[in-house]
């Protein structure tokens, strides 16, 4: 079955600090989907992607997926409190079995 | 256009007891799906349903859970008796199916927090 590894853990920054995340994934990813989550609350879709090389960004998160489709970054510039959450990664292997999610990166933004 | 929503936000009961989950997904959305997240780790699909079939429920443990959906629309989770290792958030998500990645974008409800004691 596929894993997902997420790095780090945990993250601690400055207030704007530039970050990334990693997700590794066991095998190829069909698509690989990142979600922000807040304590007590659900999943916020950030965004998709499922072409090798394939880069998208949305305000000041980027997220990358490499040309061999195991290994996607999450890059947040100038991290700011509101950065703060839990960054998920979930992935698609064969595009008919379900998402299979890493176990998340916390994130603090400190002022 | 409204989100997923589910109740009741929070719940906490003694073992043994049963208890009940009510999602009400986006409209439209073919496809519910309920995931079980404990406390440090990613959500976990218990159960996938394309309109009110089953397309998945490998990881369910039907021995106590059971979910349906009545006319393909709104989905409920229930335990029955429950267990101190159920103590987790149980989150649904929609998606209208198809698409990248063959789900389509997964869309998540708030929630709901169970803890049993």
């Known amino acids: 079955s596929q894993e997902l590894e997420q790095s780090p853990q945990s993250l601690i920054v400055q207030e704007g600090k530039n970050l990334t995340i990693n997700c590794t994934s066991s095998?190829?990813?069909?698509?690989l989907y990142w979600y922000k989550q807040k304590y007590g609350e659900g999943l916020i879709f950030l965004m998709m992607?499922?072409?090798?090389?394939e880069e998208k960004s949305h305000e000041k998160i980027t997220a990358k997926l490499d040309e061999k489709k195991q290994q996607s970054s999450l890059h947040i510039t100038a991290s700011q409190p509101s950065h703060a959450g839990i960054y998920l990664c979930?992935?698609?292997?064969?595009?008919?079995?379900?998402?299979?999610f890493g176990k998340g990166t916390r994130l603090s933004v400190i002022a | 256009e409204a989100g997923v929503a589910q109740s009741p936000r929070y719940k906490i009961i003694e073992k043994r007891q049963s208890v009940a989950f009510w999602c009400n997904p986006i409209?439209?959305?073919?496809?519910l799906y309920w995931y079980q997240q404990i406390l440090g780790q990613g959500p976990k699909l218990l159960i996938q349903?394309?309109?009110?079939?089953?397309?998945?429920d490998s990881q369910l443990p039907k021995d106590r859970f059971s979910a349906e959906r009545l006319k393909g629309v709104d989905s409920t989770l229930k335990i029955q008796p429950a267990k101190l290792e159920d103590s987790a958030v149980y989150l649904c998500?929609?998606?209208?199916?198809?698409?990248?990645?063959?789900?389509?974008?997964?869309?998540f409800g708030p929630g709901t927090r169970l803890l049993v004691l």
């Open positions: 095998k190829t990813l069909y698509g």
């Open positions: 349903f394309q309109n009110n079939g089953v397309v998945d």
């Open positions: 409209s439209g959305h073919a496809t």
């Open positions: 998500a929609s998606s209208s199916g198809g698409g990248a990645g063959g789900h389509g974008t997964q869309y």
């Open positions: 979930g992935a698609d292997n064969r595009g008919n079995t379900p998402l299979v």
């Open positions: 992607l499922q072409k090798g090389g």
